[in-house]
């Protein structure tokens, strides 16, 4: 009777490694979703819809490399809203969704892969301005612009700043050329990209005031094997150089 029962237990121990092999076989792949996050991800045609071929930026060049070189399918697909893409990331298995910051609160409902790139937060100056900063509160002094309804801005409003905000963050960079504001408080590189779209160049960081890294999260189903993979072309990418060639091309 042991043995029957032992027998039985191994048999399905193999028919499950099976299952198990076969969720990984060239067959297998991903839903990757994104939003629009310049310049890590974007719509070509701007809009909050678009998928395959009409996405590009830093993190989609990154991923698609990632995943030609793991050898694992996929399909993409840019929507809105944010809130969106991530809960059918942490509740559908297979699901993926970049870029985003590996918070602690977030760790455990996730496999993830990176870091992609940064995001960091800068206050930048024209290449002209004498203004140098030790610290936030310096800037207080200063007129500062910033995106309406970003976390940048709300950030600097919690702080005691009187942001002068503009609809759109491009706005600023043409405020900062014209004098209109001092200091524009921005992502980095997103205000390096924005600046560059409004024919802005030579912007200065007077002050780097939080650093983080962005990722790609991975529903907690996905087999380890494809989360192995996809890290390790990831660091071979990084090595080569292939991550920073990405970066400076849209910068």
């Given at each position: 009777m042991f043995k029957r029962i032992l027998l039985a237990w191994l048999g399905s121990g193999l028919l499950l490694a099976g299952m198990a092999r076969a969720e990984v076989g060239p067959d297998y792949s991903m839903v990757l979703l994104t939003e629009n996050f310049p310049p890590y991800n974007m719509a070509i045609n701007g809009k909050n819809f678009a998928q395959e071929d009409n996405i590009d930026g830093i993190a989609v060049d990154i991923v698609r490399e990632m995943y030609k070189r793991a050898g694992i399918?996929?399909?993409?697909?840019?929507?809105?809203p944010w809130d969106r893409i991530y809960k059918l990331a942490l509740e559908k298995p297979d699901y993926g969704v970049f870029v985003t910051a590996r918070l602690p609160d977030r760790e455990a409902s996730f496999k993830w892969v990176g870091p992609i790139g940064p995001d960091d937060w800068v206050l930048l100056a024209r290449s002209d301005s004498s203004i140098t900063l030790k610290?936030?509160?310096?800037?207080?002094?200063y007129k500062v612009g910033a995106y309406k309804g970003?976390?940048?801005?709300?950030?600097?409003?919690?702080?005691?700043?009187?942001?002068?905000?503009?609809?759109?963050?491009q706005e600023n960079a043409g405020k900062l050329q014209q004098g209109d504001i001092d200091l524009w408080a921005s992502g980095d590189p997103a205000g390096r990209y924005l600046a560059k779209q409004a024919g802005v160049s030579g912007l200065k960081t007077v002050l780097r005031?939080?650093?983080?890294?962005?990722?790609?999260?991975?529903?907690k189903e996905t087999p380890d094997e494809v989360v192995q993979k996809?890290?390790?072309?990831?660091?071979?990418m990084r090595a080569e150089g292939f991550v920073d060639d990405v970066i400076k091309s849209y910068l």
């Open positions: 399918n996929y399909s993409l697909t840019l929507r809105f610290s936030l509160d310096e800037a207080k002094r970003d976390a940048i801005a709300d950030y600097l409003t919690q702080h005691g700043f009187e942001p002068v905000v503009a609809l759109r963050d005031f939080n650093s983080d890294q962005l990722y790609l999260a991975l529903n996809l890290q390790a072309a990831l660091d071979k």
